[in-house]
Nanobody, 123 residues
Framework: QVQLVESGGGLVQAGGSLRLSCAAS????????MGWFRQAPEKEREFVTT????????AYADSVKGRFSISRDNAKNTVYLQMNSLKPEDTAVYYC????????????????WGQGTQVTVSS
């Protein structure tokens, strides 16, 4: 069982930066690939980025490539999402997710989810 708690969301102007954190409970954090997804109002949840168990493999949605960066610290049971050059279209609730095994870009592949943190980017 893995419990996830996101933090770091907030209101930022376009062009600004935020860093989200996701703290995981349990001793098996290192056995789980991690992902970040987001959901804007009246839109479906969409993939943002994922990172492998050891942190050596990552993948990003085209919409965030070059602006967002995912990382993890297995000693601290935490995964991070550094978001730079934020745009109003990045406004959404951001969710952290975990799955045993390999990375995936599909939300249905993840069995554990956090409660989400709101990111609002003003123009």
């Amino acid at each position: 069982q893995v419990q996830l708690v996101e933090s770091g969301g907030g209101l930022v102007q376009a062009g600004g930066s935020l860093r989200l954190s996701c703290a995981a409970s349990g001793r098996t954090f290192g056995d789980h690939a991690m992902g970040w997804f987001r959901q804007a109002p009246e839109k479906e949840r969409e993939f943002v980025t994922t990172i492998s168990r050891g942190g050596t493999k990552t993948a990003y949605a085209d919409s965030v490539k070059g602006r967002f960066s995912i990382s993890r610290d297995n000693a601290k049971n935490t995964v991070y999402l550094q978001m730079n050059s934020l745009k109003p279209e990045d406004t959404a609730v951001y969710y952290c997710a975990a799955r045993e095994g390999l990375t995936s870009t599909s939300a249905t592949a993840y069995g554990y989810w956090g409660q989400g943190t709101q990111v609002t980017v003003s123009s």
